[in-house]
């Protein structure tokens, strides 16, 4: 069940074009174009080691490129920029890591309110608004003034997608993000994904969640050794892949 | 510059002094008694830490108690009180007078002795419980599983913290000034108030000889300690997967 | 040799009035070097994360110089020496007016800040890479990263540590003897030759630091578990 199509769609948000990129001798991305348009869901799948998380971090530069354009909002995000000019970019694109690396001094709300203050320079009390609201739409509003060391796995990654909210990004990156979670809490925050994922958000995520790309994504990017081999819309990827590799992964995974 | 073109006079004129004292004519000193003086310190403390670790850690509190408030005593006072302290009571237990050195050796096993103790202790404890836990499986006392499996091993993986004390006891033994000791720094007293009018020469020196002595001494700890390390870390991963670690960690990317 | 007489050196006026004067130096001297070491301590610290190699091996070598050299030796060299390279005027001066507690000051605190900046840095290095990343990929400046982040986190891997030397610089106060500064240990000696009763004199020297030693780790204990904040890692 994919979200609405509107008018919106056809523009793109986040642009590779012709990324390179090395670790001295070893390729870890090679010749990436393809695109991300606005409001679209895009899943990013393929074997360990294909080069996914690489891609990924490459969009907010947590990652750096050796040759091609990565372009977000008409910006060159690996041009060379003050550094300012490269803290508003990545204010502007929402990151969710797999290891949800919240800020263990802070407690929850905080965590959310820090950097909308510090960085958009946010009223505190207009910040904490918004975090309230913001913990109350992925569930945790009665951990607010908790820390993240007692919270579970899946409470600190819903914590993180909030704190990420917090800073209003066009677009939302989420690198594994339920990976690193017991499986019965997987569940919660694939819920709140695809909540946002229905209100339009423009998302990019890396995931072994066949289901979530099946029902959610609205194109399946195949990733192996560093090439994107295959992009095609879910129904189609899962029922019949066509690049050779893309489907011996999905056999395999059917093997399991 | 004329302040090198002096330090290297001085230390043309006083090199003997500096290094071994007054000796032949008078008793040893100079970096000569500094090491000795550290070395039988450290080499004497030792035994003695170990005891005191054991006691630290036995499953009785009649040991444990004495022993950790006596720790805590010693590292709660300086150094300067302690050497006070032995200076005016073991002529008085021992029943004659005690020269300098002997006063000063007795105080570092002392304060070496507790603060070794806290090392040697780390070194216990940071061994995996299941070392303990198989070693009385297999029906060894307390003591014995100290002696044959915790305390071997211990030991070896504490060399570098060891020598790091060792530094420690020779920056220590300057507090023989005090009491007039013949060690280094008395000695640099001595060409002090002969000169008087270059301290800062004098004292340059002293510091610099120190420093060659302690520089070199925790590099050799370190260049210890990475080694141990390295093993450590072979041992608990086995070899081929410790060499595929730092293989994979060394630039693939982090997919 | 008397019987002992605890009353004979506390009841005097004159012998307790040196010991609490002796006190009142030994907590002067340690305020002053633990701010100065502490505020060069985090200078230091953040001349370290310069670009460049230059900034690092220059603080590199100042903590390997303060290390390696015995404190004795570093406060004599600057009471002896240094003092003798100022001018004139500046050491007429500076002998009126309590010098060498001055110099105790600087020597301590100097030799000190080394060891701050390290237990800091080791608490900087402690904090997972994932924490800087979570900041940048928010769009923090490297600054306010650091401020509000990093260095919270850094200071409380770094506690144990900075109370470990902190009672340690409070021990060394007691090395400003050996270049006449009036602290407790030289003014418990003075009451020792004076009354004679060593091990009086001794014993009340050993309580009066056993206490502020014990208060100083009793207080770091505290700090400690209350940075943890609720749920400790």
New interface residues.
Partial sequence: MTHQVSSRDGVPMIQFVGVNKS??A?Q?LVDINAQVKKGEVVVVCGP???????LI?TV?R?EEIQSGSLIFEGQDVHAKMG??AL???????G?V?Q?F?????L?VLENVI??PV???RVKRSEAREMALQLLDRVGLSNKAH?????LSGGQQQRVAIA??LA?KPPAMLFDEPTSALDPEMVGEVLAVMRGLASDGMTMMCVTHEMNFARDVADRVWFMDAGHVLETAAPDEFFRSPQHPRAQRFLSDLHAR | MALLQNMISIIGENWLLLLVGQYPNGPLGGIAATMILSVLGIALAFPLSVLMALARISPWPALRWPVTAIVYLVRGVPLLLIILWVYFLLPLLIGQSIPGFVTMLVTLVIYEGAFLSEVVRAGITALPKGQMDAARALGHSHLGAMRYVILPQALFNMIPSIISQFVSTIKETTLGYIINVPELTFAAGQINNRLLTKPFEVYFILAGAYFVVCWTLTGVANLLERRIAARRAGILNGGAEAAGLAAASAGVSRV | MKGFDLMAVLLNPEFSGMIVRGMEMTLIIFAGSWLLAMSLGVILLAIRMLPGRIADALVAGYVSYHRNVPTLVQLMLWYFGISSLLPDGLQLWLADRNGEALFAIIALGLCQAAYFSEDLRSGLRAVPKGQWEAARALGHSYVSAMTYILLPQAVRNAMPALVNHTVSLFKNSSLAMAIGVAELTHSVKEVENQSFRAFETYLIATVLYLVCSLLLMWVGYHLERRSRAAGAI
């Fill in positions: 670790y001295g070893f870890a360990s080691g294909s080069g996914k998380s690489t971090r907010n947590l550094s300012s803290n508003h970019l990545r204010s502007r694109i990151f890591f290891s690396n919240l800020f263990p001094h407690s820090l950097s510090k960085v958009n908790d820390y993240p060391a007692q704190r990420a800073m």
